[in-house]
């Protein structure tokens, strides 16, 4: 009867956190919908509706995807920056209703996300709750951007880190979409993933060529301009962070390489002890401090590392919860800049202070 008396509470704990997380993801995912669908319709699904889909139906038609770099809605992002193969592969959802079309980017953010938890052993109903949640998962899931799809991606680097061409495959195509990724590639090296690494670069390159080639290399001449002009924006990047302290651009730049290089040169360490959780966790954390621009919905990547450390809900998974603080365009006053990059490292010094070692379903691939 004592062993049943102290069981008891904690699963009646267990079952109100469940319905409560449970409750407020439904809540959010169908407010969602109903309030951009009854208020501001053309603001659901932001950037697959003005940037992606209108990208994806140049291809179709023959021309380029690609503003000039002088363009004037550069400065309002409404135009798309990232290599050509994302517009082909969203092509086909050009035939339908845009609306439709938005509405299935939306749900299929939100299976990409949970599908990571779902690959790194994630089984408790709660964390799957939460994610939509957390400012940054809710930003994701209402521009219907990529970086639900980074997430997957990152999760199946990890659940086939064994392998060769899944890993390669993966890999490749990640790091070809979103290139601040590229600590990923430098990860496979240290853990002497040798051919996969080689092949994840030729599987990125034969990606992103042929998918030019699609368009003619339309564009191509003019894209490092545009890139340039489009993470020329305040974000909640390292660089960022440092000119919200009136520092210069120059400044910035020489701390976000010094603060990347050193967990770059932590996670090859801890490659190199064989401490792999730990080391792909530095890893992720070293891609969005390297990363030149930091918008609130990258920190959805965080599922990954959260996932594999803490498979089970603990006090951690609501912690980013506190970014609705914060502003999900620009990165606002004062020490609001601060705040993505302060929750951030708190989760990862969480992470990496205390691993859980556990087995399980994503143990058993490697």
Known sequence: MSVVSRRHPLGWSRLLTTGILVAGAAILVTGLFTAFGS?????????????????????????????SPDDPRL??????????????????????????????AVLGSLAALMGALWLVGVRDVRCYAVVPIWASGWNALEMANVSAVLALMLAVVWRFRATLWPLATALGMMVSLKLFLWPMLIWAVAMRRFRAAGAAIAVGLAVTLASWAVIGFAGLRDYPEL??????????????????LGFGPDAGRVVTFVVGGILVAAFVALARRGDER??????????????????????????????????????IWLLPIVLWVVPRSANGDGLEPFVPAIVTAIVLTVLLARPKARGGFAEARA
């Open 227 to 244: 890139l340039s002009r489009v993470t020329n924006q305040d974000s909640y990047s390292i660089a960022d962070m440092t000119i919200a």
């Open 75 to 104: 400065d309002e992002m409404r135009v798309y920056a990232y290599p050509p193969q994302l517009a082909v592969a969203l092509s086909p959802l050009t035939v339908l209703p845009v609306d439709v079309a938005v509405v299935l």
């Open 39 to 67: 208020e501001n319709p053309d603001e659901l699904g932001w950037d697959f509706r003005v940037a992606y889909l209108p990208a994806a139906e140049s291809v179709l038609e023959g021309t380029s995807p690609y503003q």
């Open 278 to 315: 730990r080391a792909f966790t530095v890893a992720v954390a070293s891609a969005l401090v390297l990363s030149p621009i930091v918008w609130l919905h990258y920190l959805v990547l965080l599922i990954v590392p959260l996932g594999l450390s803490r498979p089970r809900f603990s006090p």
